[in-house]
């Protein structure tokens, strides 16, 4: 099978690649506009395959995108391109709405174009996966607020109700791709997922920024009080999920990917650090003795959605995937590789990010 993934060059999409490639025998077209997030170093290990091509082209760019489909011939669309920081749409949602949305109309009418135009029985195997966040979702009762909280989680049927420009263009290119199954036919299929972590991801990200800021001495900014929850999905463990997806997943559903690791904001940070602490102790030129003492409470991020929490029962009995890892071993494995990859780290910041605050409030 051959695969074509938007967006393969990103945190997410560089981690199906490599799985795609390394450990199976299908072959990979990587289409990747490379924005600020988007880093060929995230495919050093694969980029010399003869199953793995790249194609620099924007999803809005609907004459490259039919380009790529007709001399490439994939059996198999992942759209995966988006602009994907909550607080960087806060600040600037044109770009959102353009690649989230516009993008994602682009794409679907080029592949419906190119699927139309398939043989049988290509034409019956051929897949379109968007994969997409639980954001769409909105909030769940936090426990502090509501008793039996614990017991609300997101399902594949929970209502959309999104909160940010960010969560509002996901869902709009949601519901876009089922319109394309009920009106054209394609075949499509969604996933959702939750907060995923790991190797490779932009430094602005709550853990890689709390991890470098970490070892320079800075203050780990938590906003508000860092009771928000999230549920944490280690990145190699959706792109095995991803990747079953879209080879046994059955066409016009939707499937929740979730990690079962719900920690509070807060929480996550103190991890970090008493990993830190382990793995990289402060030495006697660092300001303080305990990362933890770096930790800063600041103003929240307007319309902060309080917790997610997935569902994941439908991929697991329906597919028989679950995650591998715990929190625990998936956040040891993360903070490793960015002590082994600093180098990675410096690079990939070329002055469009500093790991400054973006998302503050407007009044």
């Avoid at 795609?20 to 050093?44: C, F, H, M, P, W």
């Avoid at 049927?157 to 394309?180: C, E, F, G, M, N």
């Avoid at 807060?266 to 830190?276: G, I, N, R």
């Amino acid at each position: 099978m051959k695969v074509l993934i938007t967006g393969g060059a990103g945190f997410i999409g560089s981690a199906v690649v490599r799985h795609i490639i390394n450990k199976t025998q299908d072959s990979v077209i990587n289409l990747d506009k490379l924005t600020y997030a988007g880093n060929l170093e995230n495919l050093r290990e694969v980029d010399g395959s003869d199953r793995y091509v790249f194609e620099q082209v924007d999803i809005c760019d609907r004459s490259e995108v039919e380009r790529v489909l007709a001399e490439q011939q994939p059996d198999a669309i992942m759209h995966l391109a988006a602009e994907s920081h909550v607080d960087r749409s806060i600040d600037g949602p044109a770009a959102f709405i353009e690649t989230n949305i516009l993008g994602t109309y682009t794409l679907l009418e080029a592949a419906r174009n190119y699927w139309h135009g398939l043989e049988s029985p290509r034409k019956h195997a051929f897949r379109f996966h968007h994969i997409s966040t639980d954001e769409v979702y909105g909030d769940l009762p936090h426990p502090d607020d509501a008793y039996g909280a614990e017991h609300h989680l997101f399902t594949e049927t929970t209502p959309y109700s999104p909160s940010s420009p960010y969560s509002a263009s996901k869902a709009s290119s949601d519901h876009l791709v089922r319109a394309w199954m009920r009106t054209y036919g394609l075949p499509v299929l969604v996933t959702n997922c939750s907060n995923n972590y790991g190797p490779y991801h932009f430094p602005e990200k709550l853990i890689p920024l709390m991890i470098l800021n970490a070892l320079e001495g800075k203050p780990l900014p938590v906003y508000g009080n860092g009771e928000q929850i999230r549920d944490w999905l280690y990145v190699d463990d959706h792109a095995v999920a991803l990747y079953k997806v879209v080879t046994e997943g059955i066409v016009g559903e939707t499937y929740n990917i979730g990690g079962h690791n719900e920690k509070k904001n807060l929480e996550v940070v103190q991890s970090l650090c008493d990993v830190l602490q382990e793995l990289s102790p402060p030495d006697a030129e660092h300001v303080v003795k305990e990362y933890r003492s770096l930790i800063t409470n600041v103003q929240d991020r307007p319309g902060h959605d309080r917790r997610y929490a997935i569902d994941a029962n439908k991929i697991k009995h329906e597919l028989g995937w679950q995650p591998a890892e715990t929190f625990d071993t998936g956040i040891r494995k993360t903070v490793q590789w960015y002590l082994d990859n600093l180098d990675w780290c410096r690079r990939v910041q070329d002055g469009s990010y500093f790991r400054e605050r973006l998302g503050r409030r407007y009044d």
